[in-house]
């Protein structure tokens, strides 16, 4: 049964940096792409943020947030990272973990399990 528990979110300021982690269990992590969605406060729809191949040897980021943050993957600990600096305040919202069918392909309509989420909140 594949699991995904995320952590590291919290309270930052604009500007501030914050590190979500992704520990997974349940699969062979390392044959799967992974990725980081979010949910704004408010919202219903869920936007995709970031992606990673299974080998980490692509990256794929939403216009929104590239050039900011940085994902990455651990394939020996099981563990996906999203390195989020220069916060804004629209980044604020619960995001969530993710797992791809597919090595390589990374969006929305490609991923089959979530994790519960890590809410995070950008104020002053």
């Known amino acids: 049964q594949v699991h995904l528990v995320e952590s590291g979110g919290g309270l930052a300021q604009p500007g501030g940096s914050l590190r979500l982690s992704c520990a997974a269990s349940?699969?062979?992590?390392?044959?799967?792409?992974m990725s980081w969605a979010r949910q704004a406060p408010g919202k219903g729809g869920l936007e995709w943020v970031s992606?990673?191949?299974?080998?980490?040897?692509?990256?794929e980021y939403a216009d929104s947030v590239k050039g900011r943050w940085t994902i990455s993957r651990d394939n020996a600990k099981n563990t996906l990272y999203l390195q989020m600096n220069s916060l804004k305040p629209e980044d604020t919202g619960m995001y969530y973990c993710?797992?791809?069918?597919?090595?390589?392909?990374?969006?929305?309509?490609?991923?089959?399990?979530w994790g519960q989420g890590t809410l995070v909140t950008v104020s002053s």
């Open positions: 992606g990673i191949y299974s080998d980490g040897s692509g990256t």
């Open positions: 349940g699969f062979t992590f390392s044959s799967y792409a």
């Open positions: 993710s797992k791809s069918k597919y090595s390589d392909y990374v969006t929305l309509d490609a991923l089959d399990a």
